[in-house]
């Protein structure tokens, strides 16, 4: 039934004293109105498609108005997404290196020794574990200021991640002390490896560097590295193997500073 005849029927004076005629005619104006806005939006999305440009003025403006609330929105949630992408990005991060010399932190370092010793297990590949201490660091501290101390041990941590293998992991184990984990290479190897660290310290131009002082550098001397030595074996654990470290690093300090020693337990 066509609109014209459905108000034909409206007006029909024998309908006029039914009880039903005011809900029939209600139904009737209301999907009228839901019919126009059909069509309003169907000329708008016509318009949107390129076909046909026929909407109101007013349903422009309207189509305006959400456009671009809808693109509004769309950047906001763009914005938020990347941000918290980055956010991620950020904390996944530093949940893994230290803030100061963007060496990797302890809580790496553990993980990758983890990793190394199952690796050592299943198919005995060999490592060697490393600690280096900065010598009279305390020295320097109290000396110098905090501020100068972490300038040495930035430059220090960068001069570290320019020596070391990609396969290596160098992290900052806690305070002046850093951790260098050394893959497929026997305790000798590994001895000439961080000598040539030490060596390397040793020559480092503090001049381009430190900026505390016009004579900063020539009160500081020349900085230098202890370092203790050990390689896994078989049936301990990494923290044994570190202890073992330690306990040659102590004997490097022990013995004169500038050093290394390595511990040769149960070679």
Do not use: Q
């Given at each position: 039934m066509q609109d014209q005849e459905i108000e034909t029927l409206l007006q029909d004076p024998e309908l006029s004293n039914n009880p039903l005629l005011p809900i029939l005619r209600k139904l009737y104006e209301e999907t009228q109105e839901h019919k126009q806005q059909l069509q309003k939006l169907m000329r708008i999305s016509d318009a949107f498609d390129g076909r046909i440009f026929e909407e109101s003025n007013e349903a422009r403006e309207q189509f305006d108005k959400q456009s671009r609330r809808l693109q509004k929105i769309a950047r906001i949630s763009d914005m938020y997404q990347q941000n918290m992408v980055d956010v991620n990005e950020k904390l996944e991060y530093y949940a893994q290196h230290d803030v100061l010399t963007e060496l990797p932190n302890r809580r790496y370092a553990i993980d990758r020794l983890k990793e190394f010793e199952a690796m050592h297990k299943r198919k005995q590949v060999p490592f060697c574990i490393a600690l280096l201490d900065i010598d009279h660091f305390k020295v320097i501290n109290d000396k110098f200021g905090h501020e100068f101390g972490d300038k040495v041990l930035k430059i220090v941590a960068s001069e570290l991640k320019n020596i070391v293998r990609i396969t290596d992991v160098c992290s900052r184990w806690g305070g002046e002390e850093f951790l260098l984990i050394v893959p497929d290479l026997n305790i000798d190897a590994s001895k000439q490896m961080i000598e040539r660290i030490l060596e390397k310290i040793r020559r480092v131009d503090w001049k381009q560097y430190l900026e505390v002082s016009s004579n900063a550098p020539q009160l500081l001397g020349e900085l230098t590295l202890s370092a203790g030595l050990t390689t896994f074996q078989a049936g301990e654990s990494f923290?044994?193997?570190?202890?073992?470290?330690?306990?040659?690093?102590?004997?490097?300090?022990?013995?004169?500073?500038?050093?290394?020693?390595?511990?040769?337990?149960?070679?």
């Open positions: 923290d044994e193997t570190i202890k073992r470290a330690d306990k040659a690093l102590y004997l490097a300090k022990y013995s004169g500073r500038n050093r290394i020693e390595i511990d040769r337990s149960d070679f």
